[in-house]
């Protein structure tokens, strides 16, 4: 089945899908992007990424080419064009190519930006394998840039704490910046000691994940203390649990951090009962 990808007004054939060589996300990285989790054919979440796309998009002097509306109907229809029950839309913003390469971008209200979205059928996606194992993790070295609480393009170095993640063994990596965790490649990161979840407060310095803000709070209401504080390896190292969170992963249990077994190294019982409570609230939000 071939399948159908939205690029600048236009639901195409993915083969027939083309972007300018000279549109800045190639060349500069000067892009955003967000990716919704699909479950049940409805969107999770949507309002949440919505928003967020709206704040990168302003943090960089960057317009939005469609409305929030338009945003959520092309998100349905490529739903519906490609068969998604359970999978993922990602959407990519770029600034567009408004002529040769250069390091100055023209004035945002006269350049059209480019807009690119697709799908990718995962199903099984809820009821993953890896939830029920948990995933082992390594530590490495945060070298990324520091607006991090903008989600663009900029993939390269996760990309590559994924790949020494992969070459140790193990799952993903947390990073970890004058010695206190940040977050995942590709997700927020949490420890569990006793009934309180600690994880590192939002500022620049880490991704303002919209699971991350829904999993907050049904802990809190499952009367779970939270705790957003900076905490090191050493500290997640003797946590009882820990966990991780994103829109693709939802809440991933932590058995291992640099070798040490986290409890008797399988998934703790309060991450594995979030991810339940998160995967039940958020079919019922979905639209």
């Not at 690029?7 to 195409?12: D, F, M, R, T």
């Not at 993903?172 to 569990?192: L, Q, R």
């Not at 008797?264 to 019982?269: E, L, N, S």
């Amino acid at each position: 089945m071939t399948r159908t990808v939205y690029v600048n007004g236009e639901y195409l054939p993915e083969h027939e899908a083309k972007i300018s060589i000279f549109d800045r996300a190639f060349l500069m990285a000067d892009g955003v992007y967000e990716v919704t989790s699909v479950l049940d054919g409805k969107l999770i979440d949507f309002a949440g990424h919505a928003k967020r796309l709206e704040r990168s998009l302003s943090e960089l002097d960057m317009r939005s080419p469609v409305t929030t509306d338009e945003l959520l109907e092309i998100h349905r229809e490529l739903v519906r064009q490609n068969g998604i029950e359970e999978g993922l839309v990602y959407l990519q913003i770029t600034r567009g190519a408004p002529g040769d390469r250069d390091f100055v971008f023209p004035d945002p209200e006269t350049t059209e930006p480019t807009i690119v979205l697709f799908t990718q059928n995962k199903p099984g996606l809820a009821d993953s394998p890896a939830a029920k194992k948990g995933m082992k993790i390594i530590s490495i070295e945060d070298q990324r840039w520091g607006r991090r609480d903008i989600k663009t393009t900029q993939l390269l170095y996760p990309s590559m704490g994924k790949m020494m993640a992969k070459k140790a063994g193990a799952d993903d990596a947390w990073m970890v910046e004058d010695g206190f965790v940040t977050e995942g490649t590709s997700n927020n990161a949490y420890i569990i000691k006793g009934n309180t979840i600690i994880t590192r407060a939002l500022s620049n310095d880490i991704l303002h994940g919209i699971t991350r803000a829904a999993v907050l709070r049904f802990a809190a209401e499952a009367q779970m203390k939270v705790e957003e504080r900076n905490y090191s390896i050493d500290e997640a190292k003797e946590a009882d649990e820990a966990f991780i969170t994103s829109a693709s992963a939802f809440v991933m249990p932590v058995v291992e951090i640099d070798g040490v077994a986290l409890g008797d190294g399988t998934p703790g019982a309060r991450a594995a009962r979030l991810r339940e409570i998160y995967l039940e609230e958020s079919r019922k939000a979905a639209i």
